[in-house]
Nanobody
């Protein structure tokens, strides 16, 4: 159940990006999908998660990031607004049986997408 994150890039502070998370060989509907990020020299942290009926955000992104899912496209999105330099990290999406900010609940991990927030 490996997922592929995409949509990263270089953006100025205050800008926006939308990350996408796709699965090619299974249906995302049955899983909770978490977004994690890992900044250079830091541990991987959970920032958002979507289950079949709820969404969750860590305080540092609440009000700026929005997680959503489009089951018809088998895709989960992370809309990131008001980006800050401290949001710079490699972002990963990953499937799990329930929502959590604990990385060990999820897996396997695919390649992430790099988001750089800089002027």
């Amino acid at each position: 159940v490996q997922l592929q994150a995409s949509g990263g890039g270089l953006v100025q502070p205050g800008g926006s990006l939308r990350l996408s998370c796709k699965a090619s060989r299974f249906t995302l509907d049955y899983y909770s999908i978490g977004w994690f990020r890992q900044a250079p020299g830091k541990e991987r942290e959970g920032i958002s998660c979507i289950s079949s009926s709820n969404t969750y955000y860590v305080d540092s992104v609440k009000g700026r990031f929005t997680i959503s899912r489009d089951n018809a496209k088998n895709t989960v999105y992370l809309q990131m607004n008001s980006l800050k330099p401290e949001d710079t990290a490699v972002y990963y999406c990953v499937a799990g049986p329930f929502c959590s900010f604990q990385a060990q609940v999820f897996g396997p991990w695919g390649q992430g997408t790099l988001v750089t927030v800089s002027s």
